[in-house]
């Protein structure tokens, strides 16, 4: 059996451009790609706290240390600048795998600069 898990995260980024006629995709900054272990091309799932939209679509590379994140296509309907998205990549993995894996967390300010990373959520308080 395999297991599907969070591979990766990025965080409360904070959407700069919504471009309704450019192809299909999400442009993320090159250093949070790379922070994160998400590989350009890579299917993504993206959260906007701001609407409750929730949405599939793949990464792209923007320019690193550009601060963009640039929801495209279809998908521009679903976020505009200055909504707060949370951007997650899943891995399929077996159970032995599973037991020993820790996701990649990538935590970023208002200008999406990565703040500090983790591998792991606290427990949530009751």
């Known amino acids: ?38 590989r350009e091309y890579e299917q993504i799932h993206i959260y906007n706290v701001n609407n409750g939209q929730r949405f599939v679509t ?14 495209n296509g279809a998908a521009a309907h679903r976020a505009s600048p200055g909504d707060i998205i949370i951007i997650c990549a899943y891995a399929q993995l077996s159970e032995a795998e599973a037991a020993h894996f820790k996701p990649t967390l990538v935590y970023v300010d208002a200008q999406n600069r990565m703040s500090h990373t983790k591998n792991s959520i606290p ?3 009751a």
């Open 1 to 38: 059996m395999h297991l599907s898990l969070l591979k990766a995260k990025i965080h409360r980024a904070s959407v700069t451009h919504a471009e309704l006629h450019y192809e299909g995709s999400c442009a993320i900054d090159g250093l949070l790609l790379d922070a994160s272990g998400i």
């Open 58 to 71: 793949y990464a792209i590379r923007a320019d690193e240390g550009s601060g963009v994140i640039s929801v």
């Open 123 to 125: 427990k949530q308080a």
